[in-house]
């Protein structure tokens, strides 16, 4: 109902009678008595000695007050009760406001975009790294638009924004040409040149998984990891094929990665896909009747590969981290106390580094960055964090690791896993790092920022595979 006070009939009170003049005052009669009460015109001349007093006339009654109309109730909203009319004259209740997060600016802070964060009925989380061409102008999908950015002093330029129309769950992804591919919550395919133009109109390629992304081939291709399981091809010009290019029951949901001509990429029952690129329609390069490929749990990780590409290496939703060759068989594994919802990054001495989330039942939520010897196999160190790490790590030209976690810190540390800093961003950092430039490094937060710090590395580790993806872009 409206706030404040109604009038007597809006209330469903008697109506209040009229008010008397106030002692000391004259009373104002009537206007339909106004006539009566002036004094008549003069007659004729009548005798000083015998003047009469004038005759006043009858005092008529005030007519009676009427009530105030009542007003016609408001008509009833559906699924709801009637509202009565707010009085005229009243204020109308204030709608909620919506908030803004808390931001908090490390020391380490260069620039955020967006400059503030969403309110929070709007923000989506920033769960990808920004994507960064060879001229170092930086992607990213933030409010159903793609945005590139540029850094001039210290700030975050738009040159150009492009409405996708939709939320985007998965990355922008660079083609060899330049252009960027991105797939949307409504099933689309977009490819955007790096003007800001459109390429080819938009491809119904269905609805995407969680975790899977576009993948982009040499020649311009893109694959999909298509939502009823198998993969999608979409040509350099736009054309999707008629028929799936590799047809299976299982669903890829998993951002894959192309070795030589194969694209690697994870299954939902264990398996790890080798799938031959070159001909019109896909075949599995890994015999899975003997095993090879298998992870023996959920595979929702991009595959890390080593300098030489000898070793495939796999994080899988059993607890442990693989070691695949070329060929799928299974070269090692080692057990990981913990959940790896990232993706592993190996360093240029093959060093291998992954974030781990445990959740014990009764217990807070936890967290670790750990580093897995790349010739035993073996755990080297853990570092704890604030919260569960499902950031995938980036590492720097000069051995710094940096991740987030889910306690809103970013950390960066050394090879043999000492803090050099910390940054707390009062946000959860769940996704990829991304070094943007020498010097410039780049976290999406929970808040639906991309935030921009300043670190001491002059760019990505020049071997191994040193952040998600693995290019050196």
């Not at 890829?252 to 070159?278: H, K, M, T, W």
């Not at 540390?413 to 050099?420: E, F, H, N, P």
Request: charged letters at 20%.
């Amino acid at each position: 109902s409206a706030t404040g006070t109604g009038s007597a009939a809006t209330r469903g009170e008697p109506a209040a009678q009229p008010a008397r003049p106030a002692l000391g005052k004259k009373s104002q009669k009537p206007a339909s008595q106004a006539k009566s009460a002036t004094r008549p015109s003069a007659g004729p001349p009548v005798a000083s000695h015998a003047r009469p007093p004038a005759a006043r006339p009858p005092a008529a009654r005030p007519p009676a007050a009427r009530p105030p109309a009542a007003r016609p109730p408001a008509p009833s909203r559906p699924g709801g009760a009637r509202r009565a009319a707010a009085p005229r004259g009243e204020a109308k209740p204030r709608q909620p406001v919506r908030k803004r997060p808390e931001v908090l600016r490390p020391e380490q802070f260069v620039w955020a975009y967006p400059p503030q964060p969403p309110v929070e009925d709007e923000a989506r989380p920033a769960k990808n790294a920004p994507a960064v061409d060879a001229q170092g102008t930086i992607y990213l999908c933030t409010q159903g638009r793609l945005v590139a950015l540029v850094e001039e002093e210290r700030e975050a330029r738009v040159v150009w924004e492009y409405v996708v129309g939709g939320h985007v769950p998965g990355p922008a992804v660079l083609g060899p040409e330049g252009s960027i591919r991105v797939h949307t919550a409504d099933g689309c395919l977009h490819c955007v040149n790096p003007s800001g133009k459109q390429e080819w109109p938009p491809v119904d390629v269905g609805e995407p998984l969680g975790w899977a992304a576009p993948v982009v081939d040499g020649r311009g291709n893109t694959y999909i990891c298509a939502y009823h399981g198998g993969l999608l091809r979409v040509a350099a010009n736009g054309k999707p094929d008629r028929r799936p290019f590799f047809r299976s029951r299982r669903k890829f949901d998993s951002s894959g990665v192309i070795l030589g001509n194969a694209l690697l990429v994870g299954s939902e029952d264990g398996y790890i896909f080798a799938i031959e690129l070159g001909d019109d329609r896909g075949r599995n390069l890994w015999e899975h009747g003997q095993e090879d490929g298998y992870a023996g749990g959920y595979v929702n990780s991009s595959p890390a590969v080593s300098e030489d590409g000898g070793v495939i290496v796999v994080a899988a939703r059993d607890q442990h981290l693989y070691g695949f060759a070329p060929s799928g068989a299974k070269a090692w594994s080692t057990p990981v106390d913990g959940q790896m919802l990232a993706s592993p990054v190996i360093a240029p001495e093959g060093h291998i580094y992954v974030g781990v989330s445990r959740a014990p039942r009764g217990q807070r939520p936890s967290g670790r960055l750990v580093s897995i010897d790349g010739n035993s196999h073996k755990i080297r160190w853990e570092y704890a964090a604030e919260g569960p790490v499902e950031s995938t790590p980036v590492i720097g030209d000069d051995g710094l690791v940096y991740f987030g976690d889910n306690g809103g810190a970013i950390h960066a540390l050394d090879a043999s896993g000492g803090v050099k800093w910390k940054a707390n961003v009062e946000a959860a950092v769940r996704s990829a790092g991304a070094i943007l430039r020498p010097r410039r490094l780049a976290f999406g937060l929970d808040n639906g920022t991309l935030v921009a710090l300043e670190c001491p590395s002059g760019g990505l580790a020049p071997a191994g595979w040193p952040k998600l993806g693995g290019k050196r872009l």
